[in-house]
């Protein structure tokens, strides 16, 4: 079974900067797709970044130039820097892992999610 743990959400003011961690467990790291979603209150859930086994990285329009995917294959870490944050991030930010088949436990997952809140 694969587990993720999402670290590093919490208060903020705008302008502010956070980083979000991922720590997964149960799969081959280092050939999964990464990525990292999130949920505002009343509001779907949506694809902020994310970031394929061979380190190619894709972003939402609406976080462009402000946050940045990344990962640590030796220490099974997905991150996410967020800067010049703004109340509109204001979300549960939740990490998920594809993991292909071929490899044990293939299939999606999800973490339980990490709450940001940027105020004005």
């Known amino acids: 079974q694969v587990q993720l743990v999402e670290s590093g959400g919490g208060l903020v003011q705008a302008g502010g900067s956070l980083r979000l961690s991922c720590v997964a467990s149960?799969?081959?790291?280092?050939?999964?797709?990464m990525a990292w979603y999130r949920q505002a209150a009343g509001k779907q859930r949506e694809l902020v970044a994310t970031?394929?086994?061979?380190?190619?990285?894709s972003l939402a329009d609406s976080v462009k130039g402000r946050f940045t995917i990344s990962r640590t294959n030796a220490k099974n870490t997905v991150y996410l820097q967020m800067n010049s944050l703004k109340p509109e991030d204001t979300a549960v930010y939740y990490c998920?892992?594809?993991?292909?088949?071929?490899?044990?436990?293939?299939?999606?997952?999800w973490g339980q999610g990490t709450q940001v809140t940027v105020s004005s």
């Open positions: 998920k892992a594809d993991v292909p088949p071929g490899f044990p436990n293939p299939g999606n997952y």
């Open positions: 970031i394929t086994s061979d380190g190619s990285t």
């Open positions: 149960g799969s081959v790291f280092r050939r999964n797709t």
